[in-house]
């Protein structure tokens, strides 16, 4: 007889496909069995109950997930849970506050760090055509090298606009950063210094640029209008009012004039990487600089919007080649999105190849791990305290509860804990705001908003479920009865858990450790390096200086009276700093260069003595003469005249832009740009004075001969404030980010090691509550506290080793790779990890001897009492 077909296919749904035929078989031949002995009708309904066994598991399953549910929605239950996770809060004071200074420090740093990275996330993002905004950028080829800039010629945005279909409006731009000093606009009595640019007559279409006043579609028809900023307008004028069609002067070498106010706009959005104070015509840039009506010229910036759909893969490849039928150059065109640059802004043979989202990137991860290492802090302070409350498990197990609404319950207590913690991590942000700001160099503010509060609840929930997910699972998988007997044994998955999460600490602290020392090392030997040039006791500053000849012979008496001045050592100028971007120059013809060869050429524009004062040394030949025939001479670096392939230089003539001049003299080789770069051929022309005036100081005379040439300069420039800057400071500056970076990762080397030693210190807490009785017998039978120590430390030791294994690998590839950015860079020796490895020795050994010795003088009497 056949068994009931319903109960065979039931069996048939709740029967994993691979067991069915074998569950089938048996079950028919106890059911044929069960017929010869108690007869049909019996043997079916045994038949059910068999088939119905499989629907145990399920059935209860439902249960358990209906009662969590009606648990979970209970509010007399939510209340229950919340007074008892708060009595175990306050009962256990020490462990309370071990958690909650791990926690809010792990999420005060989180929320610090994302604060950063939202900031930077939002620079050059304000514009209201950001995504059709574009910048076009030139790659040079220098042999096998290929050098990437952001400047083109002037007479670029005209051309593209005109030849390709794309691009809908471009505009030409001279921003403020291009020059190597700001000018001084007048108006009245009041003189200020202001940053200005010079843009296309697209530029407000292009650029997001609103007008307070002023019609911003006309104010360029002619060139003797300016546009000035809100703030500059207040501080010229008293306010905004009644000022357009008045007056001002604006005085920066061949710029200078009598400009017509035209129009107001908003000052400058903080997330922009352009801050400027007055805006002018491109067309006065063109007219008054030398050689901007050549293609070979590359001092402005291009800027483009493109038409809606157009593929930029396309695009650049029918721009690549555009100046090759301009110019006849290999220079190659492209262009990036606009807000893309800042932190994509770094190119390597010609290809984008990172920049400012590296560091984006590695606080990102600097924030998950701080957090990660808070968690498993959290997880190894709640075990370490798990015994105290197993009894409890237990009993609520007797009486019914499932294992889900325990879960449940300890999960709310860790989210709990997590909020508080919050609150506390939200007090150290406010508190540590400003200085944080003062380290970035930022203005970040702790404003509340729908996305803030989104983002920090998010975090903060996250953190608590996954905090407090192991001793959930950890104390709701308790066996009630091992329990209230008191036999509780520890797992090999359990320790292995608990090991790992413990080798993860120590393993971050390692790559901290190490990468604090390394980012140390690199930026103090970039503060110490050679560069060719002597930067010590050399201050700068601006003076406004004009082409026309009365006030050029004023400035060169200036000059004078400052040189010769009691305390300084020498005196120059100069036009371009020593730390920047110089543009580039090309179409040079040299004897002998070969044909279809061109150099791009760093232009250095200098005072007479400027290579005195730094005190550069000549490989041969010599300075400029201070005469009637300088202009007709020029001097180069040693890589520019190993690129030409020159053979005895000297006395050699060179022509560019339809100018000869004669080789004087060959500089040696320094840095004039960061050490990110090798160092580029440049050249040297010279002029009587430039806006920019270097001072050299005798040592130990400083302050006295700074305000000598105050007197001087205040005595030249009625209304100006004395502004000066030593020339170190500005090289320091250079390598801002770097330096944040170094001070960044120090701090935050020093909290995740506070955060791991709390974990360590749970941690060896818990192991000697766990071996209580061991070390008892040990104690009994004649070991020492100095043997019972070392045992409990080497298990700690044994981890550490291990973590020391993973990350020496793991951080040598990674801090080489960040090393390899630098053309000039410090060695990754063996000494940083000798010292990370020594350093994590003594703070584990610290950290966890106190909980080793504790133990190890516990009384053995009171640990095996009970046996």
Known sequence: MKPPQLADRLLKLFCAPHRLEEVQGDLHEEFAWQVKRLGYRRARWQYWREVLGFFKPFVMKRKETAYSITYLTNPGMLRNHFKIAWRNLVKDRQFTLLNLIGLSTGLACTLLIYLWVNDELHIDKYNEKDDQLFQVMANHFHGDAVETINHTPGLLADALAAEMPEVEHAVTVVPASWFASKGVISAGENRLKAGGQFVGKDYFKVFTCPFLQGDRNSIFADNSTVALSEEMA???????????????????????????????????????????????????????????????????STFLILRKGTDIGQFNAKIRDFLQTKDKTKTQLFAIKYSDKYLHGQFVNGHQAGGRIAYVRLFSIIAVFILIVACINFMNLSTAKASGRIKEVGIKKVVGAFRSSLIVQYLGESILMTFLSLLLAAFWVV??????????????????????????????????????????????????????????????????????????????????????????????????????????????????????????????????????????????????????????????????????????????????????????????????????????????????????????????????????RQIVGVVKDFN???????????????????????????????????????????????????????????????????????????????????????????????????????????????????????????????????????????????????????????????????IAGLSITFITLFTVGYQAIKAALMNPVKSLKSE
């Open 431 to 660: 508190l540590l705001l400003p200085q944080f700001n003062i380290i970035t160099g930022k203005h970040i503010h702790f404003e509340f908003d729908a996305t803030l509060i989104g983002s920090i609840l998010g975090i903060t929930l996250l953190t608590g479920l996954i905090s407090g997910s192991y001793p959930a699972l950890y104390l709701s998988g308790f066996n009630p009865t091992a329990v209230l007997k008191g036999k509780l044994k520890t797992s090999v998955g359990e320790l292995l858990v608990r090991k790992g999460l413990v080798v993860f600490q120590f393993t971050i602290s390692i790559l901290f450790i190490v990468s604090v020392l390394v980012v140390y090392q690199q930026i103090d030997y970039i503060q110490t390096k050679n560069l060719g040039y002597n930067r010590d006791h050399i201050i700068h500053f601006e003076i406004p200086l004009a082409m026309d000849s009365v006030k050029l012979k004023s400035a060169e008496a200036f000059l004078g009276e400052v040189k010769n001045s009691p305390g300084v050592v020498n005196a120059s100028s100069y036009y371009h700093n020593l730390t920047g971007d110089h543009g580039a120059i090309s179409g040079f013809q040299w004897p002998g260069k070969p044909p279809g060869k061109d150099i791009d050429f760093s232009n250095l524009e200098v005072g007479y003595n400027f290579m005195e004062t730094l005190g550069m040394e000549l490989k041969e030949g010599r300075g400029f003469s201070n005469n009637q025939n300088s202009d007709r001479e020029i001097i180069f670096n040693e890589a520019a005249i190993k690129s030409m392939g020159l053979k005895d230089p000297i006395g050699k003539t060179v022509k560019f832009w339809d100018r000869e």
């Open 234 to 300: 207040v501080k010229l004028f008293g306010n905004t009012k009644d000022v357009i069609g008045k007056a001002v002067k604006w005085d920066n070498a061949e710029f200078t004039g009598t400009y017509r106010v035209g129009g107001i706009f908003e000052n400058s959005p903080a997330n922009s990487t352009e801050q400027f104070d007055l805006i002018f015509s491109f067309n006065v840039f063109f007219v008054r600089r030398p050689g901007m009506e050549n293609w070979g010229n590359s001092d402005p």
């Open 672 to 834: 004039f740009e960061s050490l990110y770069s090798t160092v580029k051929p440049c050249f040297f022309q010279v002029y009587p004075v430039m806006p920019n005036i270097m001072v050299k100081i005798q040592s130990g005379a400083e302050q006295q001969t700074i305000a000598r040439i105050q007197k001087v300069f205040e005595a030249y420039h009625q209304g100006l404030v004395f502004d000066y800057q030593f020339l170190d400071e500005n090289y320091k500056a250079l390598y801002a980010a770097e330096r944040r970076i170094g001070v960044l990762s120090r701090y935050f080397a020093g909290l995740t090691i506070l955060i791991s030693c709390l974990g360590l210190f749970g941690l060896a807490a818990f192991t000697a509550q766990r071996r209580q009785k061991e070390i008892g017998i040990r104690k009994v039978v004649g070991a020492t506290v100095g043997n019972v120590a070392v045992m409990l430390s080497m298990d700690f030791m044994k981890l550490l080793g291990m973590a020391l294994l993973i990350a020496f690998p793991l951080i040598g590839w990674a801090l080489s790779q960040w090393l390899h950015n630098f053309a000039y860079h410090v060695d990754l020796g063996l000494g940083v990890f000798v």
